[in-house]
């Protein structure tokens, strides 16, 4: 059972990325999957949740508006598609999968393994 998160990089302020976390081992359906982020210095932070139960989502205030979650069933991925991207969104970004619908860090089981964001002119 694993969680690979991909796709961070650099990128200029206003610009998009796409980041995917792939699982294998398992199916992500009727998973809650959860994007999180740490900054440098501070705690981290829930970005979004998914249900792939009924397709609940949830984001974070600081990011509505340009983050979107996204999933293809064919390839087992689920994406976090970031578009006009701010210097505050620098950070490593986590995919992680949780049993139950929730937000929480707390709730999540398995987590993958990190793709830093890097959002600088």
């Known amino acids: 059972v694993q969680l690979q998160a991909s796709g961070g990089g650099l990128v200029q302020p206003g610009g998009s990325l796409k980041l995917s976390c792939a699982a294998s081992g398992f199916s992500l359906d009727y998973w809650t999957i959860g994007w999180f982020r740490r900054a440098p210095g501070k705690e981290r932070e829930g970005v979004s949740c998914?249900?792939?139960?009924?397709?609940?989502?949830y984001y974070v205030d600081s990011v509505k508006g340009r983050f979107t979650v996204s999933k293809d069933n064919a390839k087992n991925t689920v994406y976090l598609q970031m578009n006009n991207l701010r210097p505050e969104d620098t950070a490593v970004y986590y995919c992680a999968v949780a049993r139950t619908w929730g937000c929480p860090v707390s709730k999540y089981d398995v987590w993958g393994q990190g793709t830093l964001v890097t959002v600088s002119s």
């Open positions: 998914f249900s792939s139960s009924d397709d609940s989502t």
